[in-house]
């Protein structure tokens, strides 16, 4: 069974492609653009802004799951930053480290 993920292009793929594309149908994932993970606490207004889903249980108003992205080298700072995330959006998170900016 194929399943279609749509990912994200910064400055392309935004909350409204992702609605309007997740109700013409056929995707089953949506994927966020990075938030950038460095040592400073995020406010709720960063996640909110790059996924608005969360207000929606992380997913679009037709249902298709949204997870969010991270990227930066502290994987125990990404699990920190993940954590309210993780319940506002039922779980749904991914990380990524990457060590090159």
Do not use: W
């Not at 992702?18 to 949506?30: A, N, Q, T, Y």
């Amino acid at each position: 069974m194929n399943h279609i993920t749509l990912a994200p292009m910064e400055g392309v793929i935004d909350y409204l492609l992702r609605e309007l594309l997740s109700e013409i149908g056929g995707i089953d994932l949506c994927v966020t653009e990075f938030i950038r993970v460095t040592g400073t606490r995020l406010p709720a207004s960063v996640f909110h802004r790059i996924c608005p889903e969360l207000k929606q249980g992380c997913q679009t108003r037709s249902g298709t799951p949204v997870h969010i992205q991270f990227l930066g080298n502290n994987p125990q700072l990404h699990m920190t930053m993940s954590k309210p995330i993780k319940i506002a959006g039922q779980g749904r998170t991914m990380s990524n480290t990457n060590s090159a900016f």
